[in-house]
């Protein structure tokens, strides 16, 4: 069965070009010009990735990507119009796990979204047959990416569980920045310190008192401290 992705943009030229990419790889298209439309398909469809644009009449991105991450972990592009960092930022501060500045090769967003919708199958290469990791507080079914403190599960997006899985794997052992930004993105990114310093403090908030396992190395990057 395909995999769906919600095709969120208003600018209907655009969102045509996007669509025919994502056909030609195989997968189903929901199509929504505004985030009023999009609520509604994501509230009636499955939905395996959103492509979201920010700026839209109605319910902007930013609302949508709001609204959506309250129930759910779907992982989700954002598009901006601008190179604004500040964008940037407040998107992966909303919980989305990528972006694409516009005006944007189809392609690229095509392989951002296969990256995504890959790792949601595989996370990670994996040369053995783990199929739990486990330290301290934290477990991680990595078969059906779900994560529990203290036996109690907790909600993850996408890139927080991938982050959250490196570190892990990776245990006692400090990983940097770039480590982690080629790791789970494949690609630098502009802004790079904000950008995992956002998602750690989402991810350490989401992990309350299991969120010490983690620890910053100062200039350097993260360790993930554990048996």
Known sequence: MPK?????????????ISKDYFLSEGYSVLEAENGLEALALFNTHTVDLIVLDIMMPKFDGWSVCKTIRKRSSVPIIML????????????????????????????????????LLNATVHPFEQLDQTK??????????????????????????????????????????????????????GYEYLGADRTINTHMRNLRKKLGDAANQIKTIVRTGYKFEGN
Do not use: C
């Open 4 to 16: 769906t992705i919600l095709l969120v943009e208003d600018e209907a030229i655009l969102r045509e």
């Open 80 to 115: 901006t119009a601008r190179s604004d960092e500040e964008d940037t930022i407040v998107g992966f501060e909303l919980g989305a796990d990528d972006y694409v500045t516009k005006p944007y090769n189809p392609k690229i967003l095509l392989a951002r979204a296969n990256r």
């Open 132 to 185: 739990t990791l486990k330290s301290g507080l934290i477990e991680i079914d990595l078969q059906s990416r779900s994560v529990a403190v203290e036996q109690q599960l907790i909600d993850l997006t996408h890139t927080e569980f991938e982050i959250l899985v490196y570190l892990m794997k990776n245990k006692n052992i400090v990983i940097s920045r770039e480590q982690m930004i080629v790791k789970i993105w």
